[in-house]
């Protein structure tokens, strides 16, 4: 089935320590997304791709890293420079055809992420 | 600037009665694309909907429909007989068509049916 999957679902991090979320698609889609969910708000972007080994910076990118090695997997470190991590975070890709050079992102399950 | 406004916080209706969740959005952009989105209580964001500016047909799907008006800047989400099933976030979201991308997402209305 195609798709995009999360892991872990559940990760917990210590004070001082990094941490990498997995987001792997296999849509064959070109650009990928992290968005941060807080309570009572909606999603934020954090990073996004839109080709291989080539990203940019959202509206909270500060105490987050990424990479794009492949166009299948985007990774978000959360970094200890990250003061307030606590969060769901959500990835999601989207196809770079379609009418206007711009398609539907479609959202994997998420990664909840808490802070020892 | 973008913004996505969704004025309730939560709705409480009882199951088979209609609801209709509000959507406002400012943008100075004359092409740009809105969406709906569902998310139920396992988290994951499940897409509804996608119009473009230049299109203000209103849209059925099943128990479904949305109403665009560009006059008002509103983009109202409405379930018809609503089920228990129907209780999720949704978020209403916004694209500039100039900006690859950047999804500008509302605040959510939380729903909730009862039966």
């Known amino acids: 089935d195609g798709g995009i999957t999360q892991s872990p679902k559940y990760l917990f991090r210590k004070e001082g320590q990094n941490v990498t979320l997995s987001c792997e698609q296999n849509?064959?889609?070109?650009?990928m997304y992290w968005y941060r969910q807080d309570p009572g708000q909606g999603l934020r972007l954090i990073y996004y791709?839109?080709?291989?080994?080539?990203?940019q910076k959202g509206d909270i990118a500060e105490g987050y890293s990424v990479s794009r090695e492949k166009k299948e997997s985007f990774p978000l470190t959360v970094t200890s420079a990250q003061k307030n991590p606590t969060a769901f975070y959500l990835c999601?890709?989207?196809?770079?055809?379609?009418?206007?050079?711009?398609?539907?992102?479609?959202f994997g399950p998420g990664t909840r992420l808490l802070v020892l | 600037a973008q913004k996505v406004t969704q004025a309730q916080t939560e709705i409480s209706v009882v199951e088979k009665e209609d609801v209709t969740l509000d959507c406002v959005y400012e943008?100075?952009?004359?092409?740009?694309?809105l969406f709906w989105y569902k998310q139920p209580p396992s988290g994951e964001l499940v897409f509804l909907i996608r119009?473009?500016?230049?299109?203000?047909q209103n849209e059925i799907s099943g128990r479904y429909s949305w109403n665009f008006q560009k006059s008002t800047s509103s983009f109202n989400f409405t379930i018809t007989a609503s089920q228990v099933v129907d209780s999720a976030v949704y978020f209403c979201a916004l694209i500039r068509g100039s900006t690859l991308g950047r999804l500008y997402f509302g605040r959510g209305t939380q729903l909730t049916v009862w039966p």
């Open positions: 849509l064959n889609h070109d650009a």
């Open positions: 999601a890709s989207s196809s770079l055809q379609g009418e206007s050079g711009l398609e539907t992102q479609y």
């Open positions: 943008t100075r952009d004359t092409t740009y694309y």
């Open positions: 119009r473009n500016s230049f299109d203000e």
């Open positions: 791709s839109q080709i291989v080994n080539d990203f």
